[in-house]
């Protein structure tokens, strides 16, 4: 794995997950050698927006290998392992880490230039462990432009700084939506409040 990039934000619903779909769709279009790591442990999405499940996990005398979707893009995550999609993962901290961890180190990912991180919101543990166990390159950060989001947000900058990760940029999602009639731009959460040139320096 030659280069791996997290996407972060102290807060759920945001759009972490699109993201970090659409970016390594981005990278595999272009290309490049491109997998998924779902670090949402409780919480995993990857599977569902790239239409894989159980049966796509690939295990060989080698050991396990991630699943991959039509287009290439190799895809592990914790409903990967899991008949049930909706099965809920009641797990603590030390062995969602403990998870994580195996993520990174036994599954066989191959050749893979870029990896993208589908990390879960907050700053606890599973944010540290990836930043400390995974030879993070950079992350980007997802936002939206609500008050409260934007406070949360500049949590995880702060953690990323505190951390020496490089802040390869920022993503506003849902800034507005463009009127079909008019073409006027609604700003249905308000503007943004988090400065781009703050949050990347």
Known sequence: V?????????????????????????ARRNGYQTGILDADIT??????????GYK???????GLHPAASITGIK???????????DAPVIWRSPVITGALKQFWQEVIWGNVDYMFVDMPPGTG???????????????????????LVSMIVKKALG??????????????????????????????????????HEAVT
């Open 159 to 196: 953690m990323a700084k505190l951390m020496n990760v490089p802040i390869l940029g920022l993503v506003e999602n849902m800034s507005y939506i463009t009127c079909p009639h008019c073409g006027e731009q609604i700003h249905l959460f308000g503007s943004g409040k988090i400065d781009v």
């Open 2 to 26: 030659k280069k791996v990039i997290a996407v972060v934000s102290g807060k759920g619903g945001v759009g972490k997950s699109s993201v970090t779909a659409m970016s390594a769709v981005w």
């Open 43 to 52: 919480g995993p999405s990857m599977p569902k927006m790239f239409g894989l």
């Open 125 to 147: 543990d599973v944010p540290l462990t990836v930043f400390q166990s995974l030879p993070i390159a950079g992350i980007i950060i997802v936002t939206t432009p609500q008050d």
């Open 56 to 62: 796509d996990l690939i295990s060989t005398g080698e």
């Open 75 to 85: 895809v592990m995550s914790m409903n990967l392992l899991m008949k049930q999609q």
